[in-house]
Each structure stands twice: as structure tokens, then as C-alpha cells.
């Protein structure tokens, strides 16, 4: 799902990210590059199978961090 950005509140607080794709590519698009430069440092893509090995963690500038999933 996607949400125009200028509906939320400016939150210093925010440190990242969350949203899932339908299909199994991972890879943040066009438009998830232009959202994660305007919220925190941390952004993660929950792809399908929505699984733990479809779960991707990217820098604002989309270069891929590596995160563990844990409990
Ligand atoms: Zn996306």
C-alpha cells in the first residue's frame, strides 16, 4: 500500500520505514527511494512469500543494509 507523505506529521522521531511488496522483488523502486529520503535511515521491504529470507533492510540512498531478523 502506498500513502501520500504529506498526510503524516513531521516526526524527528522517526527512524525508518516498513511496507511490503506483493510480488517477490525485494528491490526498492523509484518511488520507495523518494519516500525513504524523507523518513529516518532505516527502511525495510517485506516481499512475498513474506517470509524471513524475503525480508530486505535498505539506507535512504537505497544501498542494502544488512539487519537480523530477530524474535
Ligand atoms: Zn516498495
Known amino acids: 500500500a502506498f500513502f501520500d507523505t504529506w498526510m ?10 516498513v511496507h511490503s511488496h506483493p ?3 525485494p528491490r526498492p523502486s523509484g518511488a520507495d527511494l523518494n519516500f525513504f529520503s524523507k523518513f529516518g535511515g532505516v527502511h525495510i521491504i517485506i516481499a512475498y512469500p ?14 542494502v543494509l544488512r539487519i537480523e531478523v530477530v524474535d
Open 50 to 63: 513474506f517470509v524471513e529470507d524475503s525480508v530486505r533492510a535498505y539506507r535512504s540512498d537505497g544501498s
Open 23 to 25: 510480488g517477490p522483488n
Open 8 to 17: 503524516l506529521p513531521y516526526d524527528e522521531s522517526i527512524k525508518g520505514t
